[in-house]
């Protein structure tokens, strides 16, 4: 049995719900080969990463996937890269809201998903729901938690990936949730 650290965001931008925390607590505690470890983590630049690299090492768990939400999209997307750049269009939860900062001060300008993205959308589709790849996580805090992420992780003994999901309003979370466990069951 493998240990995966799955996470997902705190509510942000003013609204109650994110629908990723809806999504990841529906899912079961064991999937295929894996023990999940569920874990809540603030829409903040920098603390989201950190508190997910103190508990992956803390529960020296073998990989680690985010779960954000991107309201707009209709399809769950596991991303493919993550970018070197910060740039919000709202503030964080914290308020920050940096305009083209770098994640890494002199870091790569991109880097790809250490977990087999394709593999992971094309059996959402095979379930019959919605999903599709990514190949923009965006610039807010998912794409700079994937991005740290990724970086902290350069070995990929502890592959790495983030999946975007819908917003509540547009699909149901228990349609999300088989969507992710689907993904996850093709993780070796
Ligand atoms: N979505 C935001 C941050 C938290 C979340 O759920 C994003 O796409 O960056």
């Known amino acids: 049995m493998k240990t995966l650290l799955i996470t997902a965001f705190e509510p942000f931008g003013g609204e109650a719900v994110n629908a990723s925390i809806e999504a990841v607590t529906r899912l079961p505690e064991h999937i295929g080969n894996w023990k999940l470890m569920k874990k809540i983590i603030p829409v903040v630049?920098?603390?989201?990463?950190?508190?997910?690299?103190?508990?992956?090492?803390a529960l020296e768990v073998?990989?680690?996937?985010?779960i954000g939400?991107?309201?707009?999209?209709?399809?769950?997307?596991?991303?493919?890269?993550?970018l070197n750049l910060q740039y919000a269009a709202i503030p964080?939860?914290?308020?920050?809201?940096?305009?083209?900062?770098?994640?890494?001060?002199?870091?790569?300008?991109?880097?790809?998903?250490?977990?087999?993205?394709?593999?992971?959308?094309?059996?959402?589709?095979?379930?019959?729901l919605p999903g599709a790849v990514s190949?923009?996580?965006?610039?807010?805090?998912?794409?700079?938690?994937?991005?740290?992420?990724?970086?902290?992780?350069?070995n990929p003994s502890v592959p790495v990936g983030f999946i975007h999901v819908p917003a509540l309003n547009t699909m149901a979370s228990e349609q999300t949730a088989a969507a992710l466990e689907a993904a996850i069951a093709v993780l070796d």
């Open 135 to 154: 190949y923009s996580a965006g610039s807010y805090v998912c794409n700079d938690i994937y991005y740290e992420l990724l970086h902290y992780f350069k």
């Open 69 to 82: 939400q991107a309201a707009g999209r209709n399809k769950v997307t596991p991303e493919l890269v993550a």
């Open 92 to 128: 964080d939860n914290m308020g920050n809201c940096p305009k083209d900062s770098p994640v890494v001060k002199g870091g790569e300008n991109a880097l790809f998903a250490t977990m087999p993205i394709r593999t992971m959308a094309a059996a959402i589709t095979a379930a019959g």
């Open 45 to 57: 630049f920098r603390e989201a990463a950190e508190q997910t690299i103190t508990m992956a090492e």
């Open 62 to 66: 073998d990989a680690v996937l985010c």
